[in-house]
Nanobody, 114 residues
Framework: QVQLVESGGGLVQPGGSLRLSCAAS????????MGWYRQAPGSQRELVAT???????NYADSVKGRFTISRDNAKNTVYLQMNSLKSEDTAVYYC????????WGKGTLVTVSS
């Protein structure tokens, strides 16, 4: 089993920045990659960014150039740096880890509003 705990969400004005963190614990050895997904009210959950154990990254077109995913293997933590935030980035952000089984965190709310 893998446990994921997100942090760093909150209220930010348009154009602002936030950094989300996701700390993983448990059977870390089974993880092949991690990522961030988000779900806005009335919408389906969508991929934001992923990073493999080898460091390869992938981003949704809507966040390319604004968001950066990174990982600190020593801390078993993945980060999502979000810059130039827009109102349409408002959503609950979920951390995901995969390695044969998908694991999910409980989510952290990001609200972009003036």
């Amino acid at each position: 089993q893998v446990q994921l705990v997100e942090s760093g969400g909150g209220l930010v004005q348009p154009g602002g920045s936030l950094r989300l963190s996701c700390a993983a614990s448990g059977s870390i050895f089974s993880i092949n990659g991690m990522g961030w997904y988000r779900q806005a009210p009335g919408s389906q959950r969508e991929l934001v960014a992923t990073i493999t154990s080898g460091g390869s990254t992938n981003y949704a077109d809507s966040v390319k150039g604004r968001f950066t995913i990174s990982r600190d293997n020593a801390k078993n933590t993945v980060y999502l740096q979000m810059n130039s935030l827009k109102s349409e980035d408002t959503a609950v952000y979920y951390c995901n880890a995969w390695g044969g089984i998908d694991y999910w965190g409980k989510g952290t709310l990001v609200t972009v509003s003036s």
